[in-house]
T-cell receptor, first 112, second 112 residues
Framework: DTAVSQTPKYLVTQMGNDKSIKCEQNLGHDTMYWYKQDSKKFLKIMFSYNNKELIINETVPNRFSPKSPDKAHLNLHINSLELGDSAVYFC???????????FGQGTRLTVV | GDSVTQMEGPVTLSEEAFLTINCTYTATGYPSLFWYVQYPGEGLQLLLKATKADDKGSNKGFEATYRKETTSFHLEKGSVQVSDSAVYFCALTHGSSYKLIFGSGTRLLVRP
């Protein structure tokens, strides 16, 4: 039973398109995150949600819009995709801040 | 702001060799420290953690000790296996922060 699941695993799309990535966790955690991993493997926080409320927006362009319909889901919608958006996007969850985070398998987004 | 510095890789070792991956951090107060591992094509998995000074985290033969005086959390393993080949990330989370701050990752390649 997958703890944090993301869909899709791979996403190839053209510049200018709009796409969404979905994330669900079945751990009962109250905090969820989106991280971006670039081509050099560097990981950086994008968003944090606690009990469906946005806590952190780490200077992400407003083309990126997260949505948390409930504590178990955190989706990421990206408008007007650009080449520089190509990366692996990881969803994660934890119980309260500062506790260990559990990561999904990642979504490899390629913008062509 | 808070930051994590890891030794650059790749680190290439023969099976059964001793492993050290250096990690130092900059943070006020007493952050919690983590090592995560990313196997090829997968998400991040928590390897071990330490939440206060002089704590030793350990798992699967890996160990790391939280050293406040040297602001370090070096990862060690006495005898590596081919299956340990992966990217290792040192990370911290601080106080009431809702994010993990990662080092740049160190790729480990273990040859038979």
């Amino acid at each position: 039973d997958t703890a944090v699941s993301q869909t899709p695993k791979y996403l190839v799309t053209q510049m200018g398109n709009d796409k969404s990535i979905k994330c669900e966790q079945n751990l009962g955690h109250d905090t969820m995150y989106w991280y971006k991993q670039d081509s050099k493997k560097f990981l950086k926080i994008m968003f944090s949600y606690n009990n469906k409320e946005l806590i952190i927006n780490e200077t992400v362009p407003n083309r990126f819009s997260p949505k948390s319909p409930d504590k178990a889901h955190l989706n990421l919608h990206i408008n007007s995709l650009e080449l520089g958006d190509s990366a692996v996007y990881f969803c994660a969850s934890s119980q309260r801040q500062s506790y260990e985070a559990f990561f999904g398998q990642g979504t490899r987004l390629t913008v062509v | 702001g808070d930051s994590v510095t890891q030794m650059e890789g790749p680190v290439t070792l023969s099976e059964e060799a001793f492993l050290t991956i250096n990690c130092t951090y900059t943070a006020t107060g007493y952050p919690s420290l983590f090592w995560y591992v990313q196997y090829p094509g997968e998400g991040l998995q928590l390897l071990l953690k330490a939440t206060k000074a002089d704590d030793k985290g350990s798992n699967k033969g890996f160990e790391a000790t939280y050293r406040k005086e040297t602001t370090s959390f070096h990862l060690e393993k006495g005898s590596v296996q081919v299956s340990d080949s992966a990217v290792y990330f040192c990370a911290l989370t601080h106080g009431s922060s809702y994010k993990l701050i990662f080092g740049s990752g160190t790729r480990l390649l273990v040859r038979p």
